[in-house]
Every structure is written in C-alpha cells, then in structure tokens.
C-alpha cells in the first residue's frame, strides 16, 4: 500500500492527529511503502529550523523512518538518506540536496548553474559555460 506525505509527517512529529492510525497500518500491514516525492515534502519540513515548531534530527529521523517505510524502488534510500545528511550539513535547499544525493548516489556529476552542488562536493559542469552547437 502506497501512503504519502502526510502518513510520514505523523509518524515524525511528537503529536499528530493521524499518528495512531498511521502506526495501526504500520502494524497491521506489511506492504506499506512510498516514493521519493513523499520524503522530499518530509525534507520540507526540516528546511527552515528556526520557523520550525519542533526540533528534528533531519538524518536520524530520515532513517529511522525508512525502517517503518521503505521507498520503492529500494535503491532511492541511498539517495534520500544522502540528501537528509546534505540538509543536516550544507547550507542548501531540501530539492538542491535531492539532486544531488540522486548526483551523488550514481555517476557523480551535474550540468547546472547551481553553484550549492560545489559545496557537497559535486563534479559540476556550468551550464552557462557550455558551448551552443
């Protein structure tokens, strides 16, 4: 059974109103999983700590809920955990860490002008000095 963002929030937050149903399916069903799109809005709610009503431990909490609800396709994890662990370390924001844990997580290089990927390390071709044609 696929489940998006707001099954995960509740199962991340102290005190949500679905978190008792969320873990009711959790126990009762053995095929919960979810997608990338799902954890990028978790990511969201990390972002912007200081606006934040709670405190999170971005990466902790990203893996401990992956335990409770995995991604398919499994191998997204890698990258999902990578990007939590971009957003807990680099000044970036929670889909410039995305790009580059799925950058990270594969052949390791990107055309963009995002000068955010040079802070993670990333092999970054600039696009603006690509030559036309």
Not at 36 to 53: K, M, Q, S, T
Request: hydrophobic share 45%.
């Amino acid at each position: 059974m696929y489940v998006e963002t707001d099954f995960l929030t509740a199962l991340v937050k102290d005190d949500d109103w679905l978190q008792d149903a969320a873990i009711r399916a959790l126990d009762e069903r053995d095929d919960i999983h979810t997608s990338i799109p799902a954890y990028a809005e978790v990511l969201v709610l990390f972002y912007d700590r200081e606006a934040a009503e709670y405190e999170i431990d971005a990466p902790r909490a990203i893996t401990n809920l992956l335990e409770l609800v995995p991604i398919v396709p499994a191998e997204h994890e890698d990258a999902v955990l990578t990007a939590a662990a971009f957003l807990d370390e680099c000044d970036i924001t929670p889909f410039d860490a995305l790009h580059a844990s799925l950058v990270t997580t594969r052949d390791g290089r990107v055309l963009s002008t995002e000068e955010d990927y040079d802070t993670v390390g990333l092999t970054r071709t600039p696009l603006d000095a690509e030559e036309s044609g």
